[in-house]
């Protein structure tokens, strides 16, 4: 697919990287020339230095006969501009990165009036994610399927835990949940497990299940914790704003610590029931003087990553229930060896819902098209959600008859609003959500699970 990308900045080399990864012919346009030589040399991709909401830039990139255009560039205005302008010129689909949280009403007129496709609001996905972790604060990790019925979770095991040198198979009976283990990480390597994969100290390991059967395994593992009430963010920025609204609406108790003083007073104006606090987050005495200790969350979301950590990693010296901490470097495995498990990626986050939407385009109307689509461990293993479409040719054969790759599990199936993890005697059937999880392979269509 030729697909074209303005800007280069954090979120645009991600994609770039990603979509490159995917197979796909990428062209990219930024203004400062030494950004599109970097990108070039790294990826292998056509590099144009100019503006491009420019004719002339567009038609050099190929946007007559471009499939995508993705504009991300740090003005939102300009976004709108290049993907108006790449449409009009033939390109036929375009995505626009639009951050301004006055914009943010204003998604469906985008979409249906001016004809951009797709809206992505990196801040507002991250504080979404962020969300669904405080309201499920066992885990490290937590991805939503089948609009949100159906979790994947992930844990680190520690020597305490139960499940420490048992094998997957023993897992219903150790604990009596019916959740079941999909990927494993176990130092650097990966593992989508078989039944007699043994489980071992400081693994890694990602489940999949509702809502309170994921609850009842953490439970019984020792590893629940309570709900979040009382949470400080650090910074307030867009993602410290759109996430304090949303925890505030739950009638949880929100301190944001922002330094910047005529930022603190636009906060308070806008986020009543949020006490915000003008100074350094970053300060040991300012979290002192605010009793950190006694918050049962602490996030972390300055713009600087380094200051993040070092506040996350004081917050886990205090013992705060859970701490989730942001970073922008693509690679942060090294984190977890100092204790700090949640972490969160603007570019990622977002990153991926532009994956999703570029999979998608590939399909046709026949095929069973992606509706969710999350990168765990790392980015090393990817669930996916497909929806059965009808007279598929694997539908009503039990899954001991298909051919299945290797490196790949039926996380589960949904089936009017039943969970059923699949046994060999099991079927698919037109309509079922189902939840892929493999390692090393992307999957454009349940066709793909096939060898």
Do not use: W
């Not at 962020?130 to 939503?144: C, E, G, K, M, T």
């Not at 089948?146 to 095991?157: D, N, P, Q, T, Y």
Request: charged share 25%; glycine share 6%.
């Amino acid at each position: 697919m030729n697909i074209i990308i303005v800007g280069q900045g954090k979120f645009g080399t991600t994609i770039t990287k990603q979509l490159v990864a995917e197979g796909h012919d990428v062209a990219v346009i930024d203004l400062k020339r030494e950004k599109v030589v970097s990108v070039v040399d790294a990826y292998d991709v056509m590099g144009i230095c100019g503006n491009g909401a420019s004719c002339e830039v567009l038609e050099e990139a190929g946007a007559a006969k471009a499939k995508l255009i993705i504009a991300a560039t740090n003005s939102d205005e300009l976004n709108i501009l290049v993907c108006l302008t790449a449409n009009k010129m033939g390109t036929e689909h375009t995505i626009a990165r639009v951050r301004n949280p006055d914009y943010a009403n204003q998604h469906q007129f985008l979409r249906n009036e001016l004809g951009i496709n797709m809206i992505v609001n990196p801040e507002f996905e991250t504080a979404n994610e962020i969300s669904r972790i405080i309201r499920f604060p066992s885990a490290a990790h937590l991805d939503s399927f089948a609009r949100g019925k159906v979790e994947i979770a992930s844990i680190r095991i520690h020597s305490d835990n139960p499940l420490c040198d048992i094998p997957v198979y023993d897992l219903r009976k150790k604990t009596k949940a019916k959740v079941l283990i999909c990927a494993v990480q176990r130092n650097d390597d990966v593992f989508i497990p078989s039944g007699d994969f043994v489980l071992k100290f400081d693994d890694v390991i990602n489940i999949t299940g509702t809502r309170s059967e994921l609850a009842s395994f953490m439970r019984q593992c020792g590893v629940y914790k309570h709900k979040v009430k009382n949470v400080m963010i650090i910074g307030g920025g867009r993602i410290g704003y759109y996430l304090a609204k949303q925890l505030s609406d739950t009638g949880r108790n929100i301190k944001l610590i922002e330094h910047n003083e005529s930022r603190c007073y636009n906060l308070s104006d806008i986020l009543p029931d949020v006490t915000v606090i003008c100074g350094d987050g970053t300060d040991q005495d300012i979290l002192d003087e605010q009793r950190l200790e006694n918050q049962d969350a602490l996030i972390a979301l300055t713009g600087i990553d380094e200051e993040n950590i070092i506040v996350s990693m004081y917050a886990e010296s205090k013992g705060v229930n859970k701490v989730i901490t942001k970073v922008n470097r693509h690679s942060y495995s090294i984190l977890n060896d100092i204790g700090l498990e949640t972490i969160v990626s603007p570019q990622i986050v977002a990153g991926n819902l532009v994956t999703r939407y570029v999979r998608a385009l590939q399909n046709s109307a026949y095929h069973a098209q992606i509706q969710t689509l999350h990168k765990l461990v790392n980015g090393k293993v990817e669930a996916a959600e497909f929806i059965v479409p009808e007279n598929a040719s694997y539908i009503d054969i039990p899954f001991k008859d298909l051919n299945l790759r290797s490196s790949l599990l039926i996380g589960c199936i949904m089936r009017n609003g039943k969970i059923i993890f699949p046994g060999g005697n099991d079927v698919m059937k037109a309509g079922d959500s189902v939840i892929v999880v493999t390692a090393n392979r992307i999957l454009e269509d349940l066709h793909d699970i096939f060898e």
